[in-house]
């Protein structure tokens, strides 16, 4: 069990013995209970035709550190960080093994994720991604996330050093074809930032390349589990045709980013990435 997966409830009736008969079943949403829990009657569903409606009374608590936020790079422990050569053969990913690179919006200049609402959801569809995969285990997944990836500040001169080498690449994560890109644009300020919108726009180029675009959002509001759902079907994101540099440069002057110089950096980079379609 990870914290978000869904509960399923089947209520049976007991003929002492004999084959016990199901009255009714309901599945409840991980979005449903955490973090805040549930109380109160749930309506069952399949009770048979001629049955009265039946409700299941339900109370779930989570402890309070059910979720925890998003470490920082610093934080990580070393189990969780992957050595080029375990996912690399050479130039080329590992026969049966994945890469993701996530796109997603801070929700605070503090903390990218303060409430694990964003961690919940990653590892949801992770978990549901992975299984509708044949053959890949979640154990072979590796996960390119700009917080827990870039040391974050404060930093030591030497994390400064590696921060700004690895910020030089961060826009290939989301071109590269190899690399199976996560939108998670069910967060309202995801289209009102500058680098998500950088993000997408590279995402669009790695369609076009043969790689692969995930949008989240595209399962907000289903009534239906992560896990249950037609997850490749339902959540690829639609092939769009890729943003010229001067098309994304006018876009981007309406979006927000904390620090000025970023326009210049996002347009750059986009204007190298743009010739490989």
């Known amino acids: ?25 309901i599945v409840l949403p991980g979005r449903a209970f955490v973090p805040d829990g549930h109380k109160g009657p749930l309506l069952l569903k399949e009770t048979g035709s001629g049955n009265k409606a039946a409700y299941l009374d339900v109370q779930i608590s989570l402890p309070p550190d059910a979720i925890n936020p998003m470490p920082r790079r610093q934080e990580l422990p070393t189990e969780a960080i992957w050595d080029v050569e375990e996912i690399l053969d050479r130039t080329e990913i590992r026969r049966g093994y994945e890469i993701i690179a996530v796109s997603h919006a801070w929700r605070s200049t503090q903390h990218p994720d303060p409430q694990g609402k964003d961690l919940q ?21 590796g996960i390119f996330i700009d917080w827990c990836s870039l040391h974050q500040e404060p930093r030591t001169r030497n994390e400064s050093k590696l921060f700004n080498v690895a910020l030089d690449y961060a826009g290939l ?11 998670l644009s069910g967060n309202t300020k995801f289209h009102q930032r500058a680098w998500t919108t950088f993000e997408v726009a590279l995402a669009t180029v790695n369609a076009h390349r043969g790689g692969g675009v995930w949008d989240l959002g595209l399962a907000d509001g289903l009534d239906m589990p992560l896990e249950r759902l037609d997850i490749l079907r339902v959540c690829r994101a639609p092939r769009r045709p890729p943003l010229g540099p001067k098309t994304l440069e006018l876009k981007l002057q309406s979006k927000q980013t904390s620090v000025k110089s970023d ?14 379609i």
């Open 1 to 25: 069990y990870l914290v978000g997966d869904s509960l399923e409830f089947c209520v049976y009736d007991d003929d002492g013995g004999k084959g016990d008969e199901r009255l009714g079943r």
């Open 121 to 141: 959801k990653i590892g949801q569809f992770v978990k549901a991604w992975t299984a509708a995969r044949s053959g890949l285990l979640l154990t072979r997944v």
């Open 263 to 276: 326009y210049e950096l996002l347009l750059a980079w986009y204007a190298d990435a743009f010739p490989a």
């Open 173 to 183: 994560w989301f071109c590269h074809p190899g690399v199976q890109v996560f939108l």
